[in-house]
Every structure is written in C-alpha cells, then in structure tokens.
C-alpha cells in the first residue's frame, strides 16, 4: 500500500507538481535511454545538488527509484544518479 498523500512531506521544498515531473522525466529517461536510465537533476524543479532530497521523498512515498552511477562524458569520475525500475504495477499518484 502507497503512503497517504495527506502525509505531510519529509522535503516540503518539494511540491506535488515538481515530484510530478521529476517521475515524468525519470520515466522518460528510462523509456528512451533503458542503457543509461539515470538522471542527475531535473531542471527547473530538482537541481543535482537536492536529487538525493528528492528521490528519497519519491521513495518515501512508494515509488520504484533507485541510485545508479552515470559514466563521465569526458575524463573524470562517474556521477551519481537516480533512475525509476520498471513496474507491472499501476503507478502510486503523488
């Protein structure tokens, strides 16, 4: 079972409407990039610096998102990310 919507949020920083669409683009990542699923922020809404704050009220809240590390485009280290698993499931609403 999901967690109350009415629950009172663990980031208040984060709104319905930009959880709304940090799952948009998370499940657009994953949907066309399943290789490389991960995202690092999710502008306007979400920057890189919060995605941990984020991901873990999505999480909260019942919905399948998961750390991954994402490969450098040019020489350096890898970043963190987070990517949403595939679900038979009907989506949890936030």
Avoid: K, Y
């Avoid at 208040?12 to 669409?21: G, K, V």
């Avoid at 948009?24 to 941990?52: Q, S």
């Avoid at 990310?81 to 009907?90: C, H, K, N, P, Q």
């Amino acid at each position: 079972m999901g967690v109350d919507p009415e629950m009172a949020a663990t980031h208040p920083e984060f709104d319905d409407r930009t959880l709304d669409q940090l799952l948009d683009a998370l499940r657009a990542r994953t949907t066309d990039h399943p290789d490389n699923p991960g995202l690092i922020a999710c502008w306007p809404g979400v920057r890189e610096d919060r995605m941990n704050a984020a991901c873990s009220e999505l999480s909260r809240r019942g919905h399948p998102v998961f750390r991954v590390s994402i490969e450098a485009s040019r020489a350096g280290p890898a970043r963190n990310g987070w990517a949403l698993r595939g679900s038979t499931d009907e989506p949890i609403t936030v």
